[in-house]
């Protein structure tokens, strides 16, 4: 199935200068979305994942189907103060600035065998953000999975210790 007819590129979003590839037209298209899930799940499980962990929030839409699908768990990774209870954080630095993203404390179990999946793979700081507070709690990240990699950006240069799938490449 050819993915890429369903991502629309939006032109000057949010910023001017910026090419949006918006997902939302695949999510809507059963036959397309299945399929994207059913191939996640297939890189899922030949990673072994014990359990699925997404950043918010387009992670969410594409890593809880995966884990229902496996009937495994889902680990959210979130914007500081979302999480009710104790949690570890991560910074990483953007071209200009800072983020911030939390895991609860017990999100993971020590030897946990975690794949991370999102919807697009741009500079890598949120996955490698991620990956730092999944190992932090003694979880092995045993792969990446994204839906779209911006292959100008070179996020995959940030991710160079762990496989990294992508299904489509821009």
């Known amino acids: 199935m050819d993915f890429k007819q369903y991502i629309a590129d939006i032109q000057d979003f949010p910023i001017e200068g910026v090419l949006f590839r918006d997902v939302t037209p695949l999510m809507k298209d059963p036959k397309a979305y299945h399929e994207v899930i059913d191939q996640m799940k297939a890189y899922a499980i030949s990673k072994e994942a014990d359990i699925i962990a997404g950043p918010e929030a387009r992670g969410f839409l594409f890593g809880c189907p995966v884990a229902y699908a496996m009937e495994a768990g889902f680990v959210p990774?979130?914007?500081?103060?979302?999480?009710?209870?104790?949690?570890?954080?991560?910074?990483?630095?953007?071209?200009?600035?800072?983020?911030?993203?939390?895991?609860?404390?017990?999100?993971?179990?020590?030897?946990?065998?975690?794949?991370?999946?999102?919807?697009?793979?741009?500079?890598?700081?949120?996955?490698?953000?991620?990956?730092?507070?999944?190992?932090?709690?003694?979880?092995?990240?045993?792969?990446?999975?994204?839906l779209i990699e911006l292959e100008a950006l070179k996020g995959r240069e940030k991710l160079k210790d762990y496989d990294v799938y992508s299904i489509l490449k821009y």
């Open 77 to 146: 990774v979130r914007k500081p103060g979302k999480l009710p209870r104790e949690t570890i954080k991560a910074t990483y630095e953007l071209e200009y600035g800072h983020n911030t993203l939390e895991m609860h404390k017990d999100a993971i179990k020590k030897g946990q065998k975690v794949v991370l999946i999102d919807d697009l793979l741009a500079t890598g700081g949120t996955i490698e953000a991620s990956c730092k507070m999944i190992e932090e709690l003694g979880g092995v990240v045993t792969g990446i999975c994204f």
